[in-house]
């Protein structure tokens, strides 16, 4: 989604504006802008089609200056991506807006607008806004006016509103998208992320749903909750440091993530394993006593954190014997859902903010279930906030606009859960230690995994021409395989699906010939025999095949048929391992093919409107 900055500082704010939406590039880079007060009471702004290397460009012919500004880059909702859609949006000269969010009534307020003669510069649903606070704003100061258009809103948003008239103010507002207050020495600032200010602080206010900021001069922060009433937020300390947020010697943020995924997997379960068994405290005080009433759950997520939930659920049923039902959040919110007697919710999210999630969230709150868990990576997010229990998968901010290491840790996380449960619900506990003894060796097997990269890149140039992929599994990895189809449609642009392998007769067979390589994952578990049939009919119609295997695995590498060997790991953890050839797949394809690896055409990091 779109992603905003504000500053009120001592210095010129044009460099931490352009510094925070370079950071904030992945929330949406179709086009971005920036306004900032000067110190003669002029709002001057600058906006650029593109990403933000173009406003960077435009900004350095014709520089702003002032001690207090908005800026934002876009994801466009309502209308095209281009330079009058651009936010900030202006009322005339004299106030501008930057928003992220939709504003559902936004036609209505159109038209009443329009009516007492406000004419519109663009298509979208936040001039609305402009024009509102311009009006309100005639009538007393920016952050009462500020409180009283809020109040005219339906929707979900984040805002950054300057005017004029008030030097050196910026105010924020958040219902429904994040907005993070930075606290400076004798400065402030606002962000959709904390991500976008690491250069300019490291500590944090999360502004709560319905809270309007007013930053001023000096670094006066004054916080008003959904009542109008002033209220005292904590400022927290980011702990991720700010290494996550540059590329370093690596060519995209997608392989940086890549490799970082033995130590964030290690972060993961650093103090949650125990001799033999896991942790169940990890979770929380209140963990023990709300598990042991846990019947059934429901899983609930959106795009790569759904593959994680899939997964988790022939792990949650094998080893805890608890029923899963996982389901994406879009459908779930919308469906009259039956929640039998001891049901716990579970929510996965990398960012925490994803609108349909946290829907979803608010949605079962009001349903008759035993409680919520969010396995989630953002502290402080609206997720996590919200649930009764939370395990934080500690990946470190993710950069890349497709998932990687948020995937892996989740996974870790999920397996986490599994074992807390099993342990409460009379799991052997032999096969607990063994489970145990294989999560402490999994970040080895990963850097292992990881040094078969230049393997992996050869096999990616048989990619370069083609148009499809069908990508193949079974059991907890087909999952796994729908998650290799997606990061490989995700970055490459190649069209790609996936199936359990014994679903080929019925239906993607027909596809399969020379031209439709067909990728499969085959750790040595018990369905390996009906996998390798399941390849010998895609090679019996020409298909060439791509098969990562079990090193123990008796497949042979003949004409048509690549195999690269994984060293062998525990069945359980397999979905794990198995992911990451699918990733550096992925991303080689998407390089040998030259496309925007990391911000791949139309998506968002973190998809927080609905
Ligand atoms: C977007 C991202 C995906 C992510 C999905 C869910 O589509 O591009 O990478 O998997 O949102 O996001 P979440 O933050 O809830 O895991």
Known sequence: MCGIVGAVAQRNVQGILLEGLKRLEYRGYDSAGMAIRADDGRLQRCRALGKVAALEDKLAAAPLAGHSGIAHTRWATHGRPSEANAHPHQSGE???????????????????????????????????????????????????AVQRVLARLDGAYALGVIHADEPDVVIGARKGSPLVVGVGIEEAFLASDPLALLRVTDRFIYLEEGDVVRLAAGGEITILDAAGTPV?????????????????????????????????????????????????????????????????????????????????????????????????????????????????????????????????????????????????????????????????????????????????????????????LGRLRGQDPDEQAGLVEALRGLPGLVRRVLSLDPAIEALSTAFGEK????????????????????????????????????????????????????????????????????????????????????????????????????????????PILYTLPLQLLSYHVAVLKGTDVDQPRNLAKSVTVE
């Open 94 to 144: 004299r106030l501008a807006v930057v928003h992220n969010g939709i504003i559902e009534n936004h036609e209505a307020l159109r038209d009443e607008l329009e009516a007492v003669g406000y004419s519109f510069a663009s298509e979208t649903d936040t001039e609305v806004v402009a024009h509102l606070l311009e009006r309100e704003a005639r009538q007393g100061d920016l952050l009462g």
């Open 232 to 420: 005292t937020r904590e400022i927290q300390t980011f702990e991720h440091g700010d290494g996550a947020a540059s590329k370093g010697e690596y060519r995209h943020f997608m392989l940086k993530e890549i490799h970082e995924q033995p130590t964030v997997i290690a972060a993961a379960l650093e103090g949650r394993l125990g001799d033999r068994n896991v942790l169940v405290e990890s979770f929380g005080p209140e963990a023990e006593t709300l598990f042991a009433g846990v019947r059934q759950i429901h899983l609930v997520a959106c795009g790569t954190s759904y593959h994680a939930g899939l997964v988790a659920r022939y792990w949650l049923e094998r080893y805890a014997g608890v029923p899963v039902q996982v389901e994406v959040a879009s459908e779930y919110r919308y469906r009259r859902v039956v929640v039998p007697e001891g049901t716990l919710f579970v929510t996965l999210s990398q960012s925490g903010e994803t609108a349909d999630t946290l829907a979803a969230l608010r949605f079962a709150r009001d349903r008759d279930y035993l409680g919520s868990l969010a396995i989630c990576n953002v502290p402080g997010s609206s997720l996590v906030r919200e649930s009764d229990l939370t395990l934080m998968t500690r990946a470190g901010p993710e950069i890349g606009v497709a998932s990687t290491k948020a995937f892996t840790t989740q996974l870790t996380a999920l397996m986490l859960l599994t074992l807390a």
């Open 467 to 574: 148009h499809h992929a069908l990508f193949l599994g079974r059991g907890a990895h087909f999952p796994i395989a729908l998650e290799g189809a997606l990061k490989l449609k995700e970055i490459s642009y190649i069209h790609a699906e996936a199936y359990p392998a014994g679903e080929l007769k019925h239906g993607p067979l027909a596809l399969v010939d020379s031209e439709m390589p067909v990728i499969s994952v085959a750790p040595n578990d018990e369905l390996l025999d009906k996998l390798k049939s399941n390849l010998q009919e895609v090679r019996a119609r020409g298909g060439e095949l791509f098969v990562f295997a079990d090193a123990e695995v008796g497949l042979a590498e003949e004409e048509g048929v690549h195999v690269l060997r994984l060293p062998h790991v525990h069945e359980a953890l397999a």
